[in-house]
T-cell receptor, first 122, second 108 residues
Framework: QLQLVQSGAEVKKPGASMKVSCKAS????????VHWVRQAPGQGLEWMGW????????YYHQKFRGRVTMTSDTSISAAYIELSSLRSDDTAVYYC???????????????WGQGTLITVSS | ENVLTQSPGTLSLSPGERAILSCRPS???????LAWHQQKPGQAPRLLIY???RRATGIPDRFSGSGSGTDFTLTISRLEPEDFAVYYC?????????FGQGTKVEMK
């Protein structure tokens, strides 16, 4: 069945970088956009951006531009998000989620990874 | 940026009652690109409704969505125990795909 499986929780120091992976199965990664959403403890959902795994195009929310990079490795059906210059307020669960098809059919984010907790602490 | 305002913040209801949740974007959303997600504690969100009124795969018909433009509603006709959760609306007409702040449906 369709699944998005993310890498495990990590603790990072302020100023460091993090990288979370999201491995897709049950569908072809390059047929759909991949989105990233985060959720700080006790807070709501915050949309970070999307990437096109087929050609590498990206769109980053203005809040994260300059610090975020979304990439993919199609040979292993994986997507990645990197966030640099981490601060304590970057502590959150980071989710990958499937977006619309590259041909333009959109149904919001219809499948989600299980989430990865990134804790930023000295 | 199009800000989505959800109300109420918290809804206290009993099983079997009807829940009505509101989502009001600050700017009109074209082609009804509005979705609703459910999130339970410790779990990832789950898509319930897309295109304002279409149920996602496997979603029971007690969940229904309606609305257009700047006024959208999620209705749960008869609350089941597993429906007590937080619900988020989301716009996906154009980037950024923002979320509302959420409505918590709690057991009375």
């Amino acid at each position: 069945q369709l699944q998005l499986v993310q890498s495990g929780a990590e603790v990072k120091k302020p100023g460091a970088s993090m990288k979370v992976s999201c491995k897709a199965s049950g569908y072809t990664l390059t047929d759909f956009y991949v989105h990233w959403v985060r959720q700080a403890p006790g807070q709501g959902l915050e949309w970070m951006g999307w990437m096109n795994p087929d050609n590498g195009d990206t769109y980053y929310h203005q809040k994260f531009r300059g610090r975020v990079t979304m990439t993919s490795d199609t040979s292993i059906s994986a997507a990645y998000i990197e966030l640099s210059s981490l601060r304590s307020d970057d502590t959150a669960v980071y989710y990958c989620a499937r977006g619309g098809t590259l041909s333009g059919i959109r149904r919001s984010n219809d499948y989600w990874g299980q989430g990865t907790l990134i804790t930023v602490s000295s | 940026e199009n800000v989505l305002t959800q109300s109420p913040g918290t809804l206290s209801l009993s099983p079997g009652e009807r829940a009505i949740l509101s989502c009001r974007p600050s700017q009109s959303i074209s082609s009804s690109f509005l979705a609703w997600h459910q999130q339970k504690p410790g779990q990832a969100p789950r898509l319930l409704i897309y295109a304002a009124s279409r149920r996602a795969t496997g979603i029971p018909d007690r969940f229904s969505g309606s609305g257009s433009g700047t006024d959208f509603t999620l209705t749960i006709s008869r609350l089941e125990p597993e429906d007590f959760a937080v619900y988020y609306c989301q716009k996906y007409d154009s980037a950024p795909w923002t979320f509302g702040q959420g409505t918590k449906v709690e057991m009375k």
